[in-house]
């Protein structure tokens, strides 16, 4: 049950597009549409922001955006702005239990 | 919709400690509930899920002989308790909730500092 990988962070200006990339295997995103993707900023509750790969939640951003492609799931954040800073971690479903990414640090410049 | 857990603890190596998740403004055996810990600085990891309409709890691998999830339905409250505690099992720990089957989590209650420490 190893976590997923995220890079450890990414950054853009404002206006700007990111992406955030989210590996795994077959046995976990590869092997299921359930890849959801939380937001954390520091000393807060994570907040979900997409589900099953790449619906959003009422309330979420239309630029907030999900996909996957084989074992790699993505979030990209276009027209970044300074209150998307924080931390990004993916979620899959993996049989009976559930695996999060390692973590990626979003910095606005 | 809530969910509000139990207050920090501090515990002493070797010790246990429970904490529990109180779940308001929905139907309590509608839902599974999630708990998922974060060390200082650190990322997520998914603990455990319990099913409140079977009663039944799936564990993490890491987790399983030492992480006991118990419901009081009277209540609508979950109690996650952790045996054999040491240095590493310092983190804030949430509960979260999943409607049925659908794989995601939310909302979250607002987490526990259990601190563990000689």
């Known amino acids: 049950q190893s976590a997923l990988t995220q890079p450890r962070s990414v950054s853009g200006s404002p206006g700007q597009s990111v992406t955030i990339s989210c590996t795994g295997t077959?046995?976990?995103?590869?092997?299921?549409?359930?890849v959801s993707w939380y937001q954390q900023h520091p000393g807060r509750v994570p907040k979900l922001m997409i589900f099953?790969?790449?619906k959003r939640p009422s309330g979420v951003p239309d630029r907030f955006a999900g996909s996957k492609s084989g074992n790699t799931a993505s979030l990209t954040i276009s027209g970044l702005q300074a209150e998307d800073e924080a931390d990004y971690y993916c979620?899959?479903?993996?049989?009976?239990?559930?695996?999060f990414g390692t973590g990626t640090m979003v910095t606005v410049l | 919709v809530q969910l509000v857990q139990s207050g920090a603890e501090v515990t002493k190596p070797g010790a246990s400690v429970t904490v529990s998740c109180k779940a308001s403004?929905?139907?309590?055996?509608?839902?599974?509930i999630h708990w998922v810990r974060q060390a200082p600085g650190q990322g997520l990891q998914w603990m455990a899920m319990?099913?409140?309409?079977?009663?039944?709890?799936d564990y993490a691998q890491e987790f399983q002989g030492r992480l006991t999830l118990t419901s009081d339905t009277s209540t609508s409250t979950l109690y996650m308790e952790l045996n054999s505690l040491r240095s590493e099992d310092t983190a804030i720990y949430y509960c979260?909730?999943?409607?049925?089957?659908?794989?995601?989590?939310?909302?979250w209650g607002q987490g526990t500092l259990v601190t563990v420490s000689s």
């Open positions: 979260a909730r999943e409607r049925s089957y659908d794989h995601w989590f939310g909302p």
């Open positions: 099953d790969v790449i």
């Open positions: 979620c899959s479903h993996a049989g009976n239990f559930y695996v």
């Open positions: 403004g929905y139907t309590f055996s509608d839902y599974f």
């Open positions: 077959s046995s976990d995103v590869g092997g299921y549409n359930r």
């Open positions: 319990f099913n409140p309409t079977r009663d039944y709890t």
